[in-house]
Every structure is written in C-alpha cells, then in structure tokens.
C-alpha cells in the first residue's frame, strides 16, 4: 500500500477488516510483525521508542468518539498536545486562537464537551490533532457518531484541512458516502487484506471485489427495484433499459445520435 504526500487516502471496510490495525501502524501504536513500514522517509519499524515519540509529532488523530477531557475547555483540549510538546504559553495561545478559529468554533473557546454538540466536539478533535502542525492526519471513522448534515460538515473541513493546509489524510471509514465524499484514492480491506485499490472513481465505476460490490449497493442505486420498474411501466411507454454512464458526455452524444439516426425516441428516466 502506498499512500502519496498531500491526497486524502480512503481505507474501508466491514467491521473487523483490520482497516483501524493498519492504521495504527502508521503511528506505531501497532507494531507489525513482519514487513515493513515507512512513513514521511522513515523505516518505522527499526526506529526507537524515543525516535518514533518524535515521529508521531508528525502525525495527527481524529477519533470516532471524540477523546476530549470533559474537565478542560475547548481551548484546554487543544492547547495540551502544545503543552506536552514543550510550546511555549504564549505562543501555545497563539495556536489555539488561530486552529479554534479554524474549525469554526472560536466563540466555544471557554465551554466545556459536555455542553457541545457532537459536530462541535469533533471540530475539538480536529483542532487538537492539527495543533502541533502534523504533515499526516488520520481520521478513524471521524464522521461515524454524526448525523447525515453533521458528517458533511465535518467532511467539508477535512478537505479544507487537506487543501488549505497541505496535510495528508488517511480516512478510515465502513461508510462508502464518506469515501465518495473526500477520497482521492482508496483501499477496500477485507479479513486482513486489501482486496482492491485505486482511484475512487474506477472503483466506483468498475469494481472487482465482491466486498466492493456489497459496499457499493448501499450508496448507488441505479438499479430499479422491481417494484419501481413497475410503477414505471404504468408511467411510460416503451421499451426501459439501464445503461452505465463511465464517460464525460460520449454517452449521451450516443444516445443522442442514436435518436436522431434511426428515428427512436428516448428519454432518460
């Protein structure tokens, strides 16, 4: 698996794939017992505990569940990576009024978890992790606990993280919406292993693995139900075909075309 500087990598799959095993070995909180992994130019496995602590500086976490400390402010929650990382107090605020204001929550600066909402506690968790200006992010199932306005929300400001501050993102999610959202690229993982990768587009339009297929059902449906092609059937006549659109136009100018040449007349439903 290779994920390239500055994209945003989606890794999906059913509960227990072992999407959120490999992910933790990019931060070593995973130790792997063979292979090799190597994150930023770094062989990980051969480094020291002391070294690796300084190679998670690099690498920032956004949890499913938040992980705040109910007993420190929004802004307390963001400035402690700053602490433990030696920062300065002043410029420890500086940070903190800069990322909180990022996310879009300065005004929540003095609250306290338990009186945000959870769109609110995730921006937090954003803001936490991007505080000691990681180059990597890694989202797991980040948009999970959410509701449907919420998660887009927070997917908005995971591509904003990724553009606007040139951060790659490992997303890893059971969702496939999330995926079609934000991801460049993707994995589909499946017992252990990735069963199928690439473009997010290809595998959408083309998918091999059967694990993709059943991902793909829940989110796409460009198949009638037989009890919508009946309804149809009542509503227009004529002969009704499905028909896969992998292109920028070409077919529809076909269909076009096709109208036009032999005299057929056709509506797309």
């Known amino acids: 698996l290779t994920i390239s500087e500055g994209e945003i990598f989606g890794i999906i799959g059913y509960s227990g794939a072992g999407?959120?095993?490999l992910v933790r070995m990019i931060n070593r909180l995973e130790t792997p017992t063979s292979g090799s992994v190597s994150v930023l130019g770094?062989?990980?496995t051969t480094l020291t505990e002391r070294?690796?602590?300084?190679?998670?500086?690099?690498?920032?976490?956004v949890f499913q569940q938040f992980n705040l400390f109910?007993?420190?402010?929004v802004a307390g929650n963001v400035e402690y990576?700053?602490?433990?990382s030696g920062w300065e107090k002043q410029k420890r605020r500086e940070r903190v009024a800069e990322l909180i204001d990022f996310v879009g929550i300065a005004d929540k600066a003095?609250?306290?978890p338990d009186q945000l909402s959870g769109g609110q506690k995730q921006r937090v968790g954003i803001a936490r992790a991007l505080a000691t200006k990681p180059r990597i992010l890694l989202a797991d199932e980040a948009a999970s606990a959410l509701d449907p306005e919420t998660t887009n929300e927070v997917l908005d400001l995971l591509k904003r993280v990724n553009k606007e501050l040139n951060i790659t993102i490992v997303a890893i999610t059971h969702e496939m919406h999330v995926v079609r959202e934000i991801a460049d690229r993707l994995a589909v993982m499946d017992a252990g292993r990735i069963v199928e990768s690439g473009v997010v587009y290809d595998v959408f339009s083309h998918p091999q693995a059967q694990t993709?297929?059943?991902f793909l059902d829940t989110v796409l449906t460009e198949v009638p139900?037989?009890?919508v092609l009946d309804i149809l059937k009542t509503r227009y006549i004529g002969r009704l075909f499905t028909l896969p659109v992998r292109d920028n136009g070409g077919t529809s100018g076909l269909l076009a075309s096709g109208a036009r040449d032999f005299g057929v007349d056709v509506a797309v439903i």
């Open 19 to 21: 999407k959120s095993t």
């Open 42 to 44: 770094r062989e990980l």
């Open 51 to 61: 070294e690796i602590r300084q190679q998670r500086k690099e690498i920032g976490m």
């Open 70 to 73: 109910s007993a420190r402010t």
């Open 81 to 84: 990576p700053l602490a433990l």
């Open 110 to 112: 003095k609250s306290y």
């Open 212 to 214: 993709t297929r059943r």
């Open 225 to 227: 139900t037989p009890e």
